[in-house]
């Protein structure tokens, strides 16, 4: 009789186990990365949502900036209009605190009150799931200056004070 061909079973073994210290080594890394890429989402649609609201601005001057970040949107077909200015793709502006977000973040927009009309605005964004899709909240006003910290959790940034204590983002 001659020998079996084939692998023995500790060959076999030893090879699942450099698989599993490979995957080890991997898969942290590419979790990173995914928290990276949502956070730069994040900030550029904070800075689309900034240009939305001064187009807005312009185009609604007896209102202001917009109240709520779904009037910067619409559904589509989208009828332009003050309550809903086509200005967002849908899915940036349905991205409010309660849905499921975009790229693994909330967005809320909020139009602050000065006189007769919305004077600033502040746009805030945080992660779905703090840890997993983003670790940073961001947020911007009618300045233009993106600002970013470590998160604590809880809905996006909603007042010019509180997104005024956040530093500056690099």
Do not use: W
């Amino acid at each position: 009789m001659g020998r079996a061909k084939g692998f023995s079973l500790i060959e076999l073994l030893i090879v699942v186990a450099i698989i599993l210290v490979i995957a080890a080594i991997a898969i942290p890394n590419v979790l990173h990365s995914r928290m990276a890429a949502n956070e730069s989402s994040a900030a550029a649609s904070l800075r689309t949502i900034a240009s939305a609201e001064i187009t807005y601005f312009n185009a609604y001057p007896t209102i202001g900036y917009a109240a709520t970040l779904p009037d910067l949107g619409g559904p589509a077909p989208c009828t332009p209009g003050p309550g809903s200015a086509c200005l967002l793709d849908s899915s940036l502006s349905s991205a409010v605190p309660g849905s499921t977000g975009k790229s693994g973040y909330q967005f809320q927009a909020t139009g602050i009150a000065g006189g007769t009309l919305n004077a600033n605005y502040v746009a805030g964004a945080t992660p779905v799931i703090l840890g997993s899709s983003g670790n940073r909240d961001f947020c911007s006003s009618s300045e233009q200056i993106l600002r970013a910290q470590n998160s604590g959790g809880g809905p996006p940034v909603s007042t010019l004070v509180a997104c005024a204590a956040y530093p500056i983002a690099p």
